[in-house]
C-alpha cells in the first residue's frame, strides 16, 4: 500500500485521518489477481510490481516463491457449486465483479476501487445477462453480451447519477458471444469486437450503433490495451506462432467502412515459459506492462489441475527499437504461491 506521511504540524489536534501520500514520490504502482482461493467465493489481491527484483531467465525463482498478502483486499462470497458464477472485469482503477446463484438472481454488480478501497453497490444484473456473460471494459463503462433463449443481448454498466450505476440495453452485435478479442479505441467512444467467421465490428456510444470492418480479424485473443507510448493496440497474440506473444497492432479509423487489415507485430521477446498453463496480460500504462502465468509446481504436469500452484508476475516496458522492432525490456519478476479451489474459474488479472 502507499506509505503515509504526516503532516509536519505539530499540532496534537490534527486530524490524522487527513494524511495523504506524498505529492513529490511517484505513485505506487500496482496489479490486481482474482483468485478462487477461498472456500466461500473469491479473493483480490494486489500485487506491489515495483518490488519486483526477480531475474525472469532464472530457472529457480520458483524456489524462492513469496505468498501473497494476507487476507487480499477484498472478499468476494459466492457459494460454490452448480449455479453460480462470478465475472471479473476492470475499468480503470475499478474492477467490477459481477455473480449469480440459482437463490439469488438479483444479486447485484459489486465495483471495488482499487485504488481507494471503496466498494460500491450497483444494480442486479439484467436477466438476459444471468447466462454466462463476456464483460468489455471501455472507459469508465463496462459493456456485457451474453446469448439467452437463442438471442443475443448486449448492455452497458454506466455511471448513473446518484444512483451510482445503471444499466442500458442496446442492439446486440452480430459478432454475440462469439467475439474472440475486443480493444477500446483511444476516443473513448468506440469498441471494436472481432469474431471468427465474422469478420470485425466497430460499436459507436455515442450513436448506439455498430459498423463492419471487413473480414479480417485483430490479432489479439481477449482484450487488447491501447498504449500511448507506442501508439498501438497491445495484447496476447492469437494462434499458431503468435499464441500467448505480446503483440502490438495498429489502431484502426473509429469512422465506419470496412477497412484493409491493420498492420501488427509480435515482441521480439518470448515472455512466457513452456510451463505456462494459462497467461494474462495487464496493462498499466505509458508502456508498462505484467505479464501474469499460471503454472503448476515442480513434479507436477501441466494437464494436471492442482489446488497449490504458482503466479510469475513479470513487468516489462514495450518499445520500438531503430529497426521498428517491438521490444520487451526492463523486465523484473517475482513468483508467487498460490491456491486454486477449481478449473472452472480463469483467474483474472487487472493493472490499476
Given at each position: 500500500?502507499?506509505?503515509r506521511?504526516?503532516?509536519?504540524?505539530?499540532?496534537?489536534d490534527?486530524?490524522?485521518?487527513?494524511?495523504?501520500?506524498?505529492?513529490?514520490?511517484?505513485?505506487?504502482?500496482?496489479?490486481?489477481?482474482?483468485?478462487?482461493?477461498?472456500?466461500?467465493?473469491?479473493?483480490?489481491y494486489?500485487?506491489?510490481?515495483?518490488g519486483?527484483d526477480?531475474?525472469?531467465h532464472?530457472?529457480?525463482?520458483?524456489?524462492?516463491?513469496?505468498?501473497?498478502?494476507?487476507p487480499?483486499?477484498?472478499?468476494?462470497?459466492?457459494?460454490?457449486?452448480?449455479?453460480?458464477?462470478?465475472?471479473?472485469?476492470?475499468?480503470?482503477?475499478?474492477?467490477f465483479?459481477?455473480?449469480?446463484?440459482d437463490?439469488?438472481?438479483?444479486?447485484?454488480?459489486?465495483?471495488y476501487?482499487?485504488?481507494?478501497?471503496?466498494?460500491?453497490?450497483?444494480?442486479?444484473?439484467?436477466?438476459?445477462l444471468?447466462n454466462?456473460?463476456?464483460l468489455?471494459?471501455?472507459?469508465?463503462?463496462?459493456?456485457a453480451?451474453?446469448?439467452r433463449?437463442g438471442?443475443d443481448?448486449?448492455a452497458?454498466?454506466?455511471?448513473?447519477?446518484?444512483?451510482?450505476?445503471?444499466?442500458?440495453?442496446?442492439?446486440p452485435?452480430?459478432?454475440?458471444?462469439?467475439?474472440a478479442?475486443h480493444?477500446?479505441?483511444?476516443?473513448?467512444?468506440?469498441v471494436?469486437?472481432?469474431?471468427?467467421?465474422?469478420?470485425?465490428?466497430?460499436?459507436d456510444?455515442g450513436t448506439?450503433?455498430?459498423?463492419?470492418?471487413?473480414?479480417w480479424m485483430?490479432?489479439?485473443?481477449g482484450?487488447?490495451?491501447?498504449?500511448?507510448?507506442v501508439?498501438?493496440?497491445v495484447?496476447?497474440?492469437r494462434g499458431g506462432?503468435?499464441?500467448?506473444?505480446?503483440c502490438?497492432?495498429?489502431?484502426?479509423?473509429?469512422g465506419?467502412?470496412?477497412?484493409?487489415p491493420?498492420?501488427?507485430?509480435?515482441?521480439?521477446?518470448t515472455?512466457?515459459?513452456q510451463r505456462?498453463i494459462?497467461?494474462?496480460?495487464?496493462?498499466?500504462g505509458?508502456?508498462e506492462?505484467?505479464?501474469?502465468e499460471?503454472r503448476?509446481?515442480?513434479?507436477?504436469?501441466e494437464?494436471?489441475f492442482?489446488?497449490?500452484?504458482?503466479?510469475y508476475?513479470?513487468?516489462?516496458?514495450?518499445?520500438?527499437d531503430?529497426?521498428?522492432?517491438?521490444?520487451?525490456?526492463?523486465?523484473?519478476?517475482?513468483?508467487y504461491?498460490?491456491?486454486k479451489?477449481?478449473?472452472?474459474?480463469?483467474?483474472r488479472a487487472?493493472?490499476t
Open positions: 500500500m502507499p506509505k506521511h504526516r503532516s509536519e504540524s505539530s499540532d496534537d490534527d486530524d490524522r485521518g487527513s494524511r495523504r501520500p506524498c505529492p513529490r514520490c511517484p505513485p505506487q504502482r500496482h496489479v490486481c489477481v482474482v483468485l478462487d482461493d477461498w472456500s466461500k467465493g473469491y479473493g483480490i494486489k500485487l506491489d510490481v515495483d519486483f526477480g531475474d525472469p532464472d530457472a529457480d525463482l520458483d524456489l524462492r516463491a513469496e505468498r501473497l498478502q494476507d487480499p483486499v477484498f472478499r468476494l462470497q459466492i457459494p460454490d457449486g452448480d449455479g453460480h458464477w462470478a465475472s471479473f472485469a476492470a475499468a480503470g482503477t475499478r474492477i465483479a459481477v455473480g449469480y446463484s437463490e439469488d438472481k438479483d444479486a447485484p454488480v459489486l465495483v476501487d482499487a485504488a481507494t478501497g471503496a466498494l460500491a453497490v450497483g444494480p442486479p444484473t439484467p436477466v438476459e444471468q454466462c456473460p463476456r468489455v471494459p471501455a472507459g469508465d463503462k463496462v459493456y453480451m451474453d446469448r433463449d438471442k443481448h448486449f452497458v454498466l454506466a455511471p448513473h447519477g446518484r444512483r451510482g450505476w445503471a444499466w442500458s440495453r442496446l442492439a452485435p452480430d459478432a454475440g458471444r462469439a467475439a478479442c480493444a477500446a479505441h483511444p476516443d473513448g467512444r468506440t471494436f469486437f472481432s469474431a471468427h467467421g465474422r469478420g470485425t465490428f466497430s460499436f456510444a448506439e450503433e455498430w459498423a463492419w470492418r471487413g473480414e485483430l490479432p489479439f485473443r482484450q487488447a490495451y491501447y498504449d500511448g507510448e501508439d498501438a493496440w495484447g496476447l497474440g506462432a503468435a499464441e500467448g506473444r505480446v502490438s497492432c495498429d489502431v484502426v479509423p473509429p465506419g467502412g470496412s477497412a484493409q491493420p498492420a501488427w507485430k509480435l515482441a521480439e521477446e515472455l512466457t515459459s505456462s494459462a497467461v494474462e496480460l495487464a496493462h498499466m505509458g508502456g506492462f505484467c505479464l501474469v499460471y503448476n509446481t515442480r513434479g507436477v504436469a494437464d494436471v492442482a489446488e497449490h500452484c504458482l503466479l508476475a513479470t513487468t516489462f516496458r514495450l518499445r520500438y531503430k529497426d521498428g522492432a517491438l521490444r520487451a525490456a526492463a523486465r523484473r519478476a517475482l513468483c504461491e498460490v491456491r479451489k477449481s478449473n472452472t474459474f480463469h483467474w487487472f493493472g
